[in-house]
């Protein structure tokens, strides 16, 4: 008998455990969030929103803040699936950059890990409207923490 760690799941089969959750975070239901694609070795992930009405600012544009948490979610999963879904990424710090406003409809978000330290993970969010056009950029700093040490309030 060996200590040797669970197989991973195939990109595949993850994707397919994201799309048929049926307990999903309720701020991704909020803002739309289905898994589009799933790319461990790269440690990416593929995310859509779909950026409601009622996310708009008096121009008819997404306030900035749904935006932030779009990018910090899409950031978060690509720790999630980095570490084997074994842990959670509470975000220490985030810079985002917004670079054309957003409007409502389906938005791309790809979140990728640059680095995952000993203690600290390096992401890296992008957000495009439905033509391609990249609409906000974001880095954050997050801290890996596993499940069972995840205290819930």
């Not at 899409?74 to 084997?84: H, N, R, Y």
């Amino acid at each position: 008998m060996t200590d040797a760690a669970p197989p991973r799941l195939s990109d595949a089969a993850l994707l397919e455990r994201f799309q048929a959750s049926t307990n999903p975070p309720t701020g991704s239901v909020t803002l739309g969030f289905r898994m589009l694609r799933v790319d461990q070795a790269n440690m990416t992930v593929e995310v859509e929103f779909t950026a409601s009405d009622a996310f708009c600012n008096p121009m008819r544009q997404i306030q900035g803040g749904y935006l932030c948490a779009m990018l910090d979610d899409a950031m978060s999963v690509a720790g999630a699936v980095t570490s084997g879904m074994t842990c959670v990424m509470p975000t220490l710090e985030m810079k985002t950059s917004f670079l054309r406003p957003a409007k409502p409809g389906k938005l791309r978000c790809i979140g990728k890990v640059l680095k995952w330290g000993k203690t600290i993970a390096f992401t890296e969010g992008e957000l495009f409207d439905a033509e391609g056009q990249l609409l906000a950029k974001a880095t954050a700093t997050a801290k890996p923490t596993p499940f069972e040490k995840f205290k819930r309030p």
